[in-house]
């Protein structure tokens, strides 16, 4: 997750992205633990929950913080 060990910790500094960092983390937890039940489910509700999440995730995390990101960022921290 280098999401979460480099550009995370840059923007919870920032009031604008700090709620959003906190939830795509908790997000993150979710989905691992979703993964986690889908390896000994034959259950599809597990499947339809992480899909459902991930879609959500990916757009919050490329939607939001990525262009955030861009527009709080120096190119330098950018390119980390």
């Known amino acids: ?14 009031h604008t992205t700090r709620d959003v960092v906190a939830d795509l983390i908790a997000e993150h937890r979710t989905l691992e633990n979703l993964r986690d039940v889908l390896s000994h489910s034959v259950d599809p509700q597990p499947l339809a929950d992480f899909s459902q ?11 939001v913080l990525f262009e955030e990101a861009q527009r709080l960022l120096s190119p330098e921290q950018l390119a980390e």
């Open 1 to 14: 997750q280098a999401a979460e060990q480099v550009l995370f910790p840059l923007l919870s500094e920032f």
């Open 53 to 63: 999440l991930l879609r959500r995730h990916v757009r919050k995390e490329e939607g």
